[in-house]
């Protein structure tokens, strides 16, 4: 069973840039056909897709993130990266790590000066 783990800064300040990694264990990132997302959830509000990163690289994106999110990984390190430019206050929220059904527990960013 694939287990994802997900973690980074905590707080971040307006404007700055946001870099999370998701660890992946018990499969490959470069198994076929998986897809692995970043899904956030602001507080009170429901989930929202980010974007992906299919088994082969390809990079996909919701459109009104595209602009200042970038999706990566590391096959040597079997680890899932987003970065996110330009944050503001409402980007405050739980980050997940998503793929073939399992999510990781999620990480807290809040934007804040």
């Known amino acids: 069973q694939v287990q994802l783990q997900e973690s980074g800064p905590g707080l971040v300040k307006p404007s700055q840039t946001l870099s999370l990694t998701c660890t992946v264990s018990?499969?490959?990132?470069?198994?076929?056909?998986?897809?692995w997302s970043w899904i956030r959830q602001p507080p009170g509000k429901g989930l929202e897709w980010m974007g992906a990163?299919?088994?082969?690289?390809?990079?996909y994106y919701s459109p009104s993130l595209k602009s200042h999110t970038s999706i990566s990984r590391d096959n040597a390190k079997n680890t899932v990266y987003l970065q996110m430019n330009s944050l503001k206050p409402e980007d405050t929220a739980v980050y997940y790590c998503?793929?073939?059904?399992?999510w990781g527990q999620g990480t807290q960013v809040t934007v804040s000066s």
């Open positions: 018990g499969g490959s990132i470069t198994t076929s056909y998986y897809y």
């Open positions: 990163i299919a088994y082969d690289g390809s990079t």
């Open positions: 998503n793929a073939v059904g399992s």
